[in-house]
């Protein structure tokens, strides 16, 4: 008996210190050491968490922790939307990277929630281009930033960012902006006027003609194929043609050389021969401005043209090739724009219209393991690259846990092109992922309604 209740008394005495060492591993730690666990400053840039594909849950540490990494394993989705209620998105960030990352988890909803709010943030400091990555996964939320009263005319906003919004809105479509848009043509910041013009031509707005017809008197080259170009989008195409057709017989410097390219930009081939010797022999100040004028006349020589410049013209001429790229057969496009995809000295420029030009074609499905692999490695591309090719990837694409996982790593990245696109792409993952997008859809109004 007496060595049974010696027996007893020691588990009872290592069951107590057992219970002791929880109890003090579980005190919370100090205040400030506690406020800074959990609450991580906006301002600071936090490390990257670990990987969810190669974390592993700690419910039972392996070793001993130091009080602050105890409270980061700790964190809780209440905690998460604690953050978001007190409007600290970069924190809620850090907390739900470092969350999904510990328990190999996702919340669509709660991820499409702070993306959106991190990039909302960035876009009211100014940032443009945040704006503009939300807009290109479809997110319904920055569509309806896009379409708000007074986008365009607040006063605070310089003049890169008054153009880029123009642009946003041209390509996206809102008819209500147009009164801003034809008063955005008087702009004294030229890129504002040229993105004004774009934008009236991809709305179709035939009211603005008039004022458009007007501008060639003092427009240069550039600014002339673009009024020519949104003129006939606008089915003003015609009036093009009469104002110019005249001027070919022109003996005037350069003027019946303009006259056949605006001709030529409405699809009219009355001045074919001209373009065709500004093409081939490079005629400057024309060339490589006459490549684009050659989508309109999908003839088998401009064919040759465009084909010839995609091979061996330097960045300005396949940039230009590029926007008539549409007249070559479908597999002569695919096969061109692989092979630039592909090829090791393509201008960053180059590589990025490409792969946007690709991710609106049949190549998409070919293309995608050469995109996903210059959106998803650590570097050897440029900003605009990897910006491309992360938010052109098919939604699918990112099913794979480790996808998501160089996402979450390019969050962190130092450049904020890349950054935003990285949190845009999981965006875009998110909205798939959930019925949000079809919850805020409802409350948007289609334009010109």
Known sequence: MRMDRQTTHGFVTWGLA????????????GAEEAALAATPQPAAVPAPPVPVSQAVPTAVPAAPVSASESAKKIVTKNEIRDLLLMGNVHGAETAYLAWASCWQEEDPAMLAEIERGVLMKQYKAGDIYALDAMLRVNDPGAMVVLRSKGLLTNPDLTPDQRAALITLVGRYGDASAYRTLREALHADDNQVVNAAIVALGSLGDRRAAPILLKMFDEADLNRSLLLAQSLTQMGAGRQVAVLFAPQLKSTEPQVAERAALMLGMTGNSEGWVIIRHLVASKVTPFYPDALRVLAKLPLEESRDYVTQALESGGEVERLAALQSIAILPPATMNAELRHLLRVKDCPPAVREKVIQLIAKTSEMERA????????LANGGEAAMVKDAAMLSLPVDTLESLEDRDQLRQMVYSNDPQIAS??????LGYAISQTDLSKKLRKSITPPGQ
């Open 18 to 29: 057992c219970a002791l060492g929880m109890l003090l591993a579980a005190m919370p730690v």
């Open 368 to 375: 995608t393991p050469d995109i996903r692999a210059m959106a």
């Open 421 to 426: 696109a990285a949190r845009a792409t999981l």
